[in-house]
Nanobody, 121 residues
Framework: QVQLRESGPGLVKPSQTLSLTCAVS??????????WSWIRQLPGKGLEWIGD???????YYSPSLRSRASISRDTSKNQFTLQLSSVTPDDTAVYYC?????????????WGRGTQVTVSS
């Protein structure tokens, strides 16, 4: 059973950097050919893909967040992280990590429970 669990601060001040970690169990972040994603849901809106990192360590970002997002991984801990810089209240959302289905990128088979992040002074 693949499990993902997000962790990080629930409250971040404007202009600071949001940092979240997704711990993975039951699979490896290096398993071919999966993609490991960060996705968020803004209040009252649909899901927004932030970016992902694949089994090979290649990273991809949403064009709208590319300038502020950074995704990396620690294979020794079997986890991957998201950093989002210069946050504003518009970044307040529930943040999820997820793994795609075999051979179907952007179709997610496993999700974390999500973590609420509020940007406020």
């Amino acid at each position: 059973q693949v499990q993902l669990r997000e962790s990080g601060p629930g409250l971040v001040k404007p202009s600071q950097t949001l940092s979240l970690t997704c711990a993975v169990s039951g699979d490896s972040v290096t398993t071919k050919y999966y993609y490991w994603s960060w996705i968020r849901q803004l209040p009252g809106k649909g899901l927004e893909w932030i970016g992902d990192i694949n089994y090979n360590g290649d990273v991809y970002y949403s064009p709208s967040l590319r300038s502020r997002a950074s995704i990396s991984r620690d294979t020794s801990k079997n986890q991957f992280t998201l950093q989002l810089s210069s946050v504003t209240p518009d970044d307040t959302a529930v943040y999820y990590c997820a793994r795609d289905r075999t051979g179907v990128r952007f179709s997610y088979e496993y999700w974390g429970r999500g973590t609420q992040v509020t940007v406020s002074s």
